[in-house]
């Protein structure tokens, strides 16, 4: 586990710029960093949603997808997956695959707080019991990937809104990975 998280600085085509410290970048005024997001889904093709915890600078109490972070240096994103599932919800995790690898956003939550990010997105499968960090989740569901995906068009703004945008962006990718692990 990651003690001090940093954000890695990048410009426009990616280019590393350098770090800073997570919690001092994330502002009304958030640099340009990379991140992560995945979705992740049982082997019956639920998909986990989570609510995230009130103690959180952006979106505190908000639905959002599985799990999101920020690579840290000298780490891969599929190894910061890997430990931010472990940290977030206590869980272990197989078979990440890029569902939107270019996904980029940039979004201002209600206190002004922004998100600024080259965030590819990802699905996995959990093959381990979850054991909820009460500081990162609040709430959590395991829904079918279809009624979220419908809820998610009907009413955005009940969610996150990366995850409204990840769901556009990546919904065949995700319907075929729910569909192959419920075969």
């Given amino acids: 586990m990651v003690i001090n998280e940093h954000v890695i600085l990048v410009n426009d085509h990616g280019e590393v710029l350098g770090t800073q410290d997570k919690y001092a970048a994330h502002t009304t005024q958030t640099p340009l960093h990379l991140a992560f997001s995945c979705w992740l889904f049982r082997p019956s093709g639920e998909c986990l949603v989570t609510r995230r915890a009130m103690s959180k600078k952006a979106w505190p109490g908000v639905w959002t997808n599985s799990v999101c972070g920020h690579p840290q240096t000298g780490e891969s994103v599929e190894q910061a997956i890997i430990r931010r599932c472990r940290f977030e919800i206590g869980a272990e995790i197989e078979n990440i695959t890029a569902v939107a690898p270019g996904f980029r956003y940039r979004?201002?939550?209600?206190?002004?707080?922004?998100?600024?990010?080259?965030?590819?997105?990802?699905?996995?499968?959990v093959v381990s019991p979850l054991m909820i960090n009460?500081?990162?989740?609040?709430?959590?569901?395991?829904?079918?990937?279809?009624?979220?995906?419908?809820?998610?068009?009907?009413?955005?703004?009940?969610?996150?809104?990366?995850?409204?945008?990840?769901?556009?962006?990546?919904?065949?990718?995700?319907?075929?990975?729910?569909?192959?692990l419920a075969q």
């Fill in 107 to 125: 979004e201002t939550d209600p206190s002004g707080i922004v998100e600024n990010e080259i965030c590819p997105v990802f699905a996995a499968q």
């Fill in 134 to 180: 009460s500081d990162e989740v609040m709430e959590y569901k395991w829904v079918e990937l279809g009624a979220l995906l419908r809820a998610l068009q009907a009413t955005p703004w009940a969610f996150s809104p990366w995850m409204a945008a990840e769901a556009t962006s990546a919904q065949p990718q995700l319907q075929l990975f729910a569909a192959e």
